[in-house]
């Protein structure tokens, strides 16, 4: 989930951006655009494209990026992860530096369990904004459930085959960024580490099977059905653990790719449910494993840019994470920095409303956040007071982009600003590789909150 301010010319649309950007509109002439349009639309109900009861996307143009910039996401993205890494280990050896993570009682327990591979995250996805002037922003890190992979490289399946791009690949080279692939390849690698054996796992989908995201997960079933590899999707209320084996619905799995959030499933299940029993047993192997809840906790941006912190990084990675991570803390009543000077926490948090926001530590889909330039005085209070009694951050305010993005409304097109962000994959907890693009007109941009939508991102050159 991602938030920041009013929109500003994006990054994004440099030069050679914004003239593959003006190539395709141009395209769009009515004839183009009802076609392009009619298209979306079939394939979307073909391909159950929804969101709940909502098309996945809902414009007529992809998200364009310049190769050039793709490799500078990479290459700052991948710096960070390192610093991620660092992080992650001082967290496990040191119970003071994994206190700052405000991890529960029963996570405390559970991310020192050995995941039986070396990765605490095998595949996840950062947040972050070409912000304008302030450059790349990295405002959080979802190393839990991360979402889309499957839906991005269907769109960009439907991209590629609307009208619209017949004429705009006769001049433009467009490259695409699938995801799917890299969840495969991580759930095997994962696995054949745990087992130690490379036979092919039975892998189980996990998640409650009324989410709206569900379609996600039978997409995800039919492609690695499509390499022969066995996979079914599951509830975790369907599952048993008796004698060493996990079922669900009477048969057997060796693998789970977890898209059920770890805290929904002991919210309702207790820790002791028969998934929980089974991975921390090892009788079944776990991807996502508890291990990702120190870095999924959105604290684990204030733990980078903390200053009592930035002993335990590399002095290029203090480099990146000063020029690519909002200022972020924990919200608690304490003294610390801001720009260099010291500050008391909760006054400065008072004192700045109109340039932070307040975030709980473990939710999803715009909960419980609170913009400090959208509220009022008394509604920002009563927000921090609920910040100190339970875990929260407080991050700095950044600028969003945006960009103009076409659509049909009511038979007339409509070329529209819209507020994007840039969420990149990244596999074993090290590099980039693939990026999901989402949509919106409110700076809350996420589908899961309602408004948005979500787009395809392409690498695009002039031939």
């Known amino acids: 989930m991602t938030v920041g301010t009013a929109p500003r010319p994006s990054a994004v649309a ?51 990026m310049a190769p050039a910039q793709y490799r500078d996401l990479q290459r700052r993205a991948g710096a960070l992860m390192g610093a991620f890494a660092r992080a992650h280990a001082a967290a496990i050896a040191n119970a003071a530096i994994r206190a700052q993570f405000r991890l529960t009682p029963w996570e405390e327990e559970f991310v020192l369990d050995d995941p039986g591979f070396p990765w605490p995250s095998p595949v996840s996805r950062l947040d972050a904004f070409f912000a304008g002037d302030d450059g790349l922003r990295f405002t959080e890190y979802n190393a839990e459930t991360p979402a889309g992979p499957s839906f991005n490289d269907v769109l960009t399946e439907m991209f590629y085959a609307l009208p619209a791009m017949r004429e705009f690949v006769k001049r433009w080279d467009v490259r695409p960024l699938p995801a799917r692939h890299n969840v495969l390849h991580a759930l095997l690698s994962a696995y054949e580490a745990w087992s130690g054996t490379r036979v092919s796992p039975r892998i189980a989908v996990l998640d409650w099977l009324d989410v709206p995201t569900r379609r996600e997960f039978t997409l995800f079933q039919e492609y690695a059905e499509r390499q022969g590899i066995h996979c079914v999707v599951v509830d975790p209320r369907h599952a048993e653990f008796r004698g060493g084996k996990l079922t669900f619905d009477g048969a057997p799995v060796d693998l789970i790719y977890k898209r059920v959030l770890i805290s929904e499933l002991i919210e309702r299940g207790g820790t002791g449910h028969a998934v929980v029993r089974a991975v921390r047993e090892r009788a079944v192997c776990m991807v996502n494993p508890f291990a990702c809840k120190i870095l999924h906790k959105k604290a684990s941006l204030a733990v980078l840019t ?38 008391d926490l909760v006054e400065f948090i008072v004192a700045h409303q109109d340039q932070l926001v307040l975030k709980p530590n473990d939710e999803y889909g715009g909960k419980g956040i609170v913009l400090g330039w959208e509220v009022g005085e008394a509604a920002w209070a009563e927000a921090l007071r609920t910040a100190l009694r339970e875990p929260y951050i407080v991050q700095e305010r950044v600028s969003l982009p945006s960009e103009p993005y076409p659509s049909l409304v009511e038979g007339r097109l409509v070329v529209a600003d819209r507020l994007l962000d840039t969420a990149p994959y990244v596999v074993y907890g090290q590099y980039v590789d693939g990026c999901l693009t989402r949509l919106s007109t409110a700076a809350l941009l996420n589908v899961t909150a309602g408004g948005g939508s979500s787009v395809p991102t392409l690498l695009v050159e002039k031939r």
């Not at 141009?26 to 394939?43: F, G, K, R, Y």
């Not at 335990?312 to 991570?325: K, S």
Request: contains cysteine; glycine residues 2%.
């Open 306 to 343: 903390d200053e009592r912190n930035a002993s335990l990084f590399t002095a290029q990675e203090r480099d990146v994470i000063a020029a690519n991570v909002p200022w972020t803390r924990v919200v608690e009543e304490r003294r610390t920095t801001h720009a260099g000077l010291p500050v």
């Open 14 to 64: 440099a030069d050679p951006v914004r003239e593959a950007i003006d190539a395709y509109h141009e395209i769009l002439s009515p004839d183009v655009a009802a076609d392009s349009q009619a298209m979306l639309d079939q394939q979307t109900r073909k391909r159950d494209l929804l969101f709940g009861d909502r098309p996945l996307c809902t414009v007529l143009r992809p998200r364009f």
